[in-house]
């Protein structure tokens, strides 16, 4: 069936550290690809998304390239600062609305 | 942005008692609401999905009869877990799509469940 695998967590990263949460997915068709982003005590946002091969989904400093070639939507960030800190969860999406979820790489910040 | 609030945050229950969670969009109106679990240190699972007047979809492997999704408005779901069990401790969270444009799901906080 459809799944995501995230890099397993937590990752621990000094302020203005080189960001990445690798992402990798096995699924039938072409899928879209998401990160979400869940903050402390909050609901999952959308942080960026993907709907076709060699699309960068970008926000707020984050970016992740729709790989086909390699089934990869890796996230990555150039500096990281303390308000990052946070849950990061890998989806795709299959048919109409059904999204999947990676397990979630849990990211902490530190000044 | 879209607001997507649950009631409650937590709730500690007795084994057989039944327990609603509540789910409501705030400002934009939920034409379909997702169900999800969660367990410690794992991924969302999709539990069940709901259209504002009918019946709630669901996931094969979730028993539709213990984990009854009431969508009666375009504002609000329910999840009432009926009869629970310590196995029924998990995360809730549901999410609301108002159906139009890319059909972007809003998060909720999500609601602690312990059955003791």
């Known amino acids: 069936g459809d799944s995501v695998t995230q890099m397993e967590g937590p990752v621990t990263l000094s302020e203005e550290a080189f960001l990445t949460i690798n992402c990798t997915y096995t699924?039938?068709?072409?899928?879209?690809l998401f990160w979400y982003v869940q903050y402390p005590g909050e609901g999952l946002q959308l942080l960026l998304k993907?709907?076709?091969?060699?699309d960068k989904g970008s926000n707020k400093g984050f970016e992740a390239t729709y790989r086909k070639e390699t089934t990869s939507f890796h996230l990555e960030k150039g500096s990281v600062q303390v308000s990052d800190s946070a849950v990061y969860f890998c989806?795709?999406?299959?048919?109409?609305?059904?999204?999947?979820f990676g397990q979630g790489t849990r990211l902490t910040i530190n000044p | 942005g879209a607001v997507v609030s649950q009631h409650p945050s937590w709730v500690i229950c007795k084994s057989g008692t039944s327990v609603k969670i509540e789910c409501r969009s705030l400002?934009?109106?939920?034409?379909?609401m997702f169900w999800y679990r969660q367990f410690p240190k794992q991924s969302l699972m999709l539990m069940a999905t709901?259209?504002?007047?009918?019946?709630?979809?669901?996931e094969q492997g979730v028993e539709k009869d213990k984990f009854l999704i009431n969508h009666a408005s375009l504002t609000l779901s329910t999840l009432t877990v009926t009869s629970a069990h310590p196995e029924d401790s998990s995360f809730y969270i549901c999410?609301?799509?108002?159906?139009?444009?890319?059909?972007?799901?809003?998060f909720g906080p999500g609601t602690r469940l312990t059955v003791l």
């Open positions: 400002d934009f109106q939920a034409t379909t």
């Open positions: 989806a795709l999406k299959v048919g109409a609305q059904k999204l999947v």
């Open positions: 993907a709907t076709k091969a060699d």
């Open positions: 699924a039938t068709g072409y899928p879209s």
């Open positions: 999410s609301a799509s108002s159906g139009t444009g890319i059909n972007e799901q809003f």
């Open positions: 709901s259209n504002e007047g009918s019946k709630a979809t669901y």
